[in-house]
């Protein structure tokens, strides 16, 4: 934990009596005054490269405008996202202070330490290792001493203000402590019995979330749906497809197993790989997979879904799983919610919406219209790990409808038996998921609802937004970036820098 993350902006948050402050590192993001709100139009003034370049931005801030994954390339994606965070730092860079260009301050990061992936070769951290396990004990003070020697020298440092690589992957302070309690607790949750706490907590967690996010009313556990907390949105777009398939075979797939060869899921060219892989996993292979055609925005067109269930009923298939995204992975593309939900609803197909990364913008009351027809959606999934301030692993998933779920999943073995499930009195949230053990993770998830708030938290996702839509004005006003996707999504912006037009610095 560095210091440059003592945040100063806590008290836009909270009381200023308050002694959150002590907490090491962040706190609420404030929203950047002066950014301006509106959409993003030509009428900037800015010119982004060459502020970049008149200000003498370090070489690692020009060359993460130019490819987030830090290796020079002529395509560029200006992430909004985490990024946010350098904010935080303009105390720490006192020194790099240019004038004026709030952005470009934010943006500067300590050029000591560059983010991105490590200088390294295959191999080296392995040969910094003995060959051998230990066989004697030994002082947890050379254990710390290797840690610096062997392992941090081959980190990549995603929790860097300035790392932009793929999507956001924040953690906060009490996502942390969250976790270490959990760790500290040990606490193996996969029964409501073998942990009351874990999973009422998780209940109670999910529903809260699903209030603050303006999901429907069926995924609440008060209703026929609910939450549960995955590992990964790539497992829950999984167990979403075993429902999927339990339901549509109603019931026959627990007994039987899929029919490979009549089954079909569909998703775009834009959805992200792991509901191919889900369909592989679940035996249906990628050849189950349709693809349907998107539109110049990069969504699924509707019509071209309606055209494929209906060719494929009439060939004998049967439908089981619709992928709608909201924000997909290459460009935060949305597909349209509203329209797909009936089609769905008229072929019985169940709709998964994919919403792992731009989900949690829900919670921002003025974004929900993105997600607009989210009550068509049979089960959705967002990462709290990408954009909510919440370490890795904490995707929140629900289902409207929680007995398709258990349905495919629930086995109840002599040895897991108990009183309160025999009675069914209680969820036993291991039948929610592919594994049976199951850590603590709400722990977190409440530590960082409860020290930011929901007002936190709608503040931290409006900086990102309104930084992203200030950086894509930049960016269209300079005629040495290409805007090369339309976005819907209001955090982020796709720009093309061409090499020719501008080459960043290398790096020192
Ligand atoms: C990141 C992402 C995933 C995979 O998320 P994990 O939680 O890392 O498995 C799936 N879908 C979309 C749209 C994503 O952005």
Redesign the pocket.
Known sequence: MRSSRTGGTLRSCRPPDDDRGQVPFPCCVEPFPGVRRGPCGPRSSHRLAERLRSQRLRPAAASLLTDPSGSPSSRAILWGGDRARSAHDSRAVPAARPRGGRLDRRLLVEGRRLPGPVAGLPGDVRAGLPAQPPEQPEPFSTVLADLERVVLPGVTHWQHPGFFG??PANTSGPSVLGDLVSAGLGVQGMSWVTSPAATELEQHVMDWFADLLGLPASFRSTAAGGGVVQ???????LVALLAALHRTSTGATVRHGVEPDRATVYVSAE??S??EKAARIAGLGSESVRMVEVDGDLAMRPAALAARLERDVARGYTPVLVCA?????STTAIDPLAELGPICQKYGVWLHV?????GVSGIVPELRELQAGVEWADSY?T?A??WLLTG??A?LFWVADRAALTGALSILPEYLRNAATDAGAVVDLRDWQIPLGRRFRALKLWFVLRWYGAEGLRAHIRSHVAMAQQLAAWAEADERFDVVAPTRSPSSACARAGPERWTPTSRP
């Open positions: 793929y999507f590992d990964s949105s790539s497992g829950a777009n959805t992200h792991s509901m995204t909201v924000g997909t992975t994919d919403a792992a990364y731009a999934t990462d790990h990408k890795f692993d995707s």
